[in-house]
């Protein structure tokens, strides 16, 4: 019940949750630290950058670069996993993900940009040359690439339908709200 009322409300307090949960706050409380030291639970904050936000970053591609036969998931992270920290890449790399594709490691970029022919010169101008010096000159198999057109959904609860104002809408109903 404490997780569903987050899921409602991120920002909503013990307070409210024990009120409306009809559960003592030190135990809302107590359940929240627990969750959260867990790692079960996390907070964040999305600044949304596509034309239906701020319209600062409203090309979006998705790539996905199958590499070399013989790179492994731990090399990968002890090698490359810099280059997604790097400033320019937070910028530019909406998410980020290693895949399997064809039994080659992958790594699945969802890149944002002011105009599409950005995109290309942020893949080819900064990431390639990066896995390059990480990885070895030749260890791209292939790059895939798929236009993103507009958000449908994030994570289990959210749809663009279902939210208002960084919220679950209030008329959603408890068996709709995705809790394990």
């Known amino acids: 019940m404490i997780v569903r009322e987050l899921i409602r409300d991120p920002r909503s307090s013990d307070n409210h949750i024990g009120k409306t949960a009809k559960i003592p706050i030190k135990t809302v409380n107590r359940k929240r630290k627990l969750l959260e030291e867990q790692g079960l639970l996390s907070y964040y904050t999305s600044l949304n950058h596509a034309d239906s936000g701020t319209a600062t970053l409203s090309a979006r591609k998705m790539y996905i670069i199958e590499l070399q036969y013989g790179i492994t998931n731990d090399a990968f992270m002890q090698k490359v996993h810099m280059l997604l920290d790097k400033p320019l890449s937070?910028?530019?790399?909406?998410?980020?993900?290693?895949?399997?594709?064809?039994?080659h490691l992958a790594l699945v970029l969802m890149l944002e940009a002011q105009e599409q022919l950005e995109l290309l010169e942020i893949l080819n101008g900064q990431i390639v040359p990066e896995l390059k010096l990480h990885l070895g000159e030749h260890c791209i198999k292939n790059i895939e690439m798929l236009p993103l057109m507009a958000d449908i959904s994030n994570f289990h609860n959210y749809s663009n339908e279902s939210t208002e104002q960084g919220k679950l809408k209030k008329d959603i109903a408890d068996d709709s709200i995705f809790v394990i």
């Open 90 to 103: 937070r910028k530019h790399i909406h998410a980020s993900f290693l895949a399997e594709s064809r039994g």
